[in-house]
């Protein structure tokens, strides 16, 4: 069963306590700090910033908005269809393409590339992680960043575990069984989504079921997929605090840089 396809058309009502704009912050200052600046859209490579799993473009749209030429990959095509329309109501001049990111092809270089909300954790092998990185190194100009987050694996286990987490939105519902496995960090959700219609005869609601799938990873797994594929680890903090992470963090963000 294929993962944001019917989810994706609600996926934003869900997601809008989620901090954007402070997940834009917190990527700024790492590219600002490790090769980046901030400028004016120039066209050039060095102010291309590729935003990989960029599902619907919202924080995509927010790094525009802040003076880089934006490139959007993502491997649902729900969820870029949404993207899209969102591009052309606004105006802006982002590039999306429908391509994942293990494999993927820039045709040309970019200063840096970020990839915020977890998509990390939809790659379920430490081979998908190091292609992945390889990917991001081939993709990069010499000295360019790549910022990521990703969700831990204390999160997983200790917060979320074994439960079930139920939301009603009135327009839309959902009820999200999970699984996780201590033995394999696969953590397991069952999604199902409930979408009100409206017509004649009254409203009725549509049921529409995913499986999302994501795995818990270490900080020296994720160190050592980078490092293999020539990378240098940078920087990392807990996403929440800005602080140091320890054994209580649930979700983390790093950068790693490609030599020059």
Known sequence: MDSYTSFSYVYDTFMDQEPYDEWADRVCDYLEK???????????????????????????????????????????????????????????DILYTLQDMRDFELYGAAGAMISVGDSINYLLEEADLEDLFACVERGLLPGGVF???????????????????????????????????PESCINEYDLAVFVREDSEDGSLYRRFDEVHRQRGYTPDQLRRAAEKAGLVWVAMQDSVTAGEIDEETERAMAAVRKPR
């Open 34 to 92: 490790y090769g980046l600046p901030r400028s004016e859209k120039s066209g050039s490579e060095e102010n291309i910033v590729v935003d990989l799993g960029c599902g619907t473009g919202k924080l995509t749209q927010i790094m525009d908005d802040r003076g880089y030429d934006m490139i959007g990959i993502d491997l649902s095509p729900d969820m870029l269809s949404i993207a899209q329309e969102r591009k052309i109501e606004s105006g802006r």
């Open 147 to 181: 910022v990521f987050d990703f969700k831990t694996i204390h999160l997983y286990r200790d917060v979320i575990g074994d439960s079930t987490i139920a939301e009603d939105r009135g327009e839309c519902a959902f009820i999200w069984d999970n699984y996780y496995d």
